[in-house]
């Protein structure tokens, strides 16, 4: 039988939020379990009576199986349709947790204590709170597809209350805003090392024109996956633009195609690449970047990502005076909010050179 019960609870700005928790039993043994907060009782209430007569009058609960997470987690894994379109990242995760003791844990059976549980055996291993939290927003996706993709009860509702309580506890978190700007003289140091490194091999990576996708790797404010997937037959040359095939979004990927303009020498740097492939670039984009994390290296040059360059470049076009609005059509960029707050650092002393151009 189905049965709810509403908890009233304080807001840090002082205001109440009502937790609405709806179950139900069957031989004394929660069977399905869900809560949802609203910031007034009625409204909660009104919501707790039409959704236990929902589920009342609904037979999908006599159907739904339960499995162990590890299970659910392996069902995700087999599923084509969803692990083709998984990025590394989630991949990576998901294969993670298959081993974790987590995944011994019934589908419709997990608790808070639980995921703090694993967050801490976690934390102990040297695992920091925005990895972890990565654990956690991954497993909450998976569960959330266990009812309606394999008729598996899971009770993914769970998270709504956990999450506070973990970030509370300083067990997960979000990852710090990174504000790394390569020098200029850094630049120049990496340029030489990587010129040294293309000399220096000759039957290795020398094909790699390393310096080129350095440079246009900042003007076009790409990621290096972008830059190793143009097409020659994407190249505008009356528009000098290029089109970038499925750059990455958080609500799409696979066809998010956008018109790119290549600014600066950015067009001339294509241009003079051979046309012995159907790519412009036809590199692996991970031997581009571990080319590029060993001369670093070897330079001694702390903390600087190859996906720092693609602040450098932003930064660099807000600088010399452009909008948001048009630097976002070089990012890619949907969301200017993090355009601006994440992919942008500038530099107080180049506002005397725009300053200067001025006058």
Not at 109 to 125: G, P, Q, V, Y
Not at 257 to 285: C, K, W
Not at 292 to 316: K, M, P
Request: charged content about 30%; hydrophobic content about 35%; proline content about 4%.
């Amino acid at each position: 039988m189905a049965s709810f019960t509403i908890q009233k609870r304080p807001k840090a700005n002082g205001e109440l939020s009502f937790r609405c928790l709806i179950r139900i039993k069957k031989s004394s043994a929660i069977i399905h379990s869900e809560s949802k907060t609203f910031s007034k009782k009625e409204v909660a209430r009104t919501w707790a009576l039409a959704r236990v007569n929902e589920l009342q009058k609904s037979d999908a609960l006599n159907t739904r199986k339960v499995i162990s997470l590890g299970a659910l987690l392996n069902l995700y894994f087999e599923e084509p349709d969803l692990w083709a379109g998984t990025g590394r990242t989630k991949r990576y995760v998901i294969k993670m947790l298959m081993d974790c003791d987590i995944a011994r844990v019934a589908s419709n059976s997990l608790k808070t204590s639980d995921l703090i549980e694993h967050c801490k055996n976690r934390r102990a291993a040297g695992t920091g709170p925005a990895t972890i939290y990565h654990d956690i927003a991954y497993l909450r996706s998976v569960m959330k597809k266990a009812l309606p993709i394999w008729d598996v009860d899971a009770n993914y509702q769970i998270f709504e209350d956990a999450v506070p309580v973990l970030i509370e506890m300083g067990l997960v978190g979000k990852s710090q805003k990174r504000t790394r700007r390569p020098t200029e003289d850094e630049l120049d140091r990496l340029k030489d090392g990587l010129k040294k490194r293309m000399e220096y091999r000759p039957n290795g990576d020398k094909r790699i024109p390393f310096l080129d996708i350095l440079d246009f790797s900042i003007l076009t404010c790409m990621r290096i996956g972008e830059v190793c997937k143009l097409r020659w037959e994407d190249l505008r040359h009356d528009h000098k633009t290029i089109i970038a095939r499925d750059r990455k979004d958080p609500r799409k990927k696979t066809g998010n195609h956008m018109i790119v303009p290549l600014l600066a020498g950015s067009f001339d740097i294509a241009l003079r690449q051979p046309q012995t492939d159907e790519l412009i670039f036809p590199y692996n984009p991970r031997s581009v970047t571990a080319g590029f994390q060993r001369v670093r290296n070897e330079l001694g040059i702390d903390d600087l990502r190859y996906h720092d360059l693609r602040r450098e470049g932003a930064s660099r076009l807000f600088e010399k005076g452009y909008s948001i609005e048009e630097v976002a059509q070089v990012t890619g960029h949907r969301n200017l909010n993090i355009l601006w707050q994440v992919y942008t650092q500038l530099f107080p002393h180049k506002l005397h050179d725009k300053f200067l151009d001025e006058n």
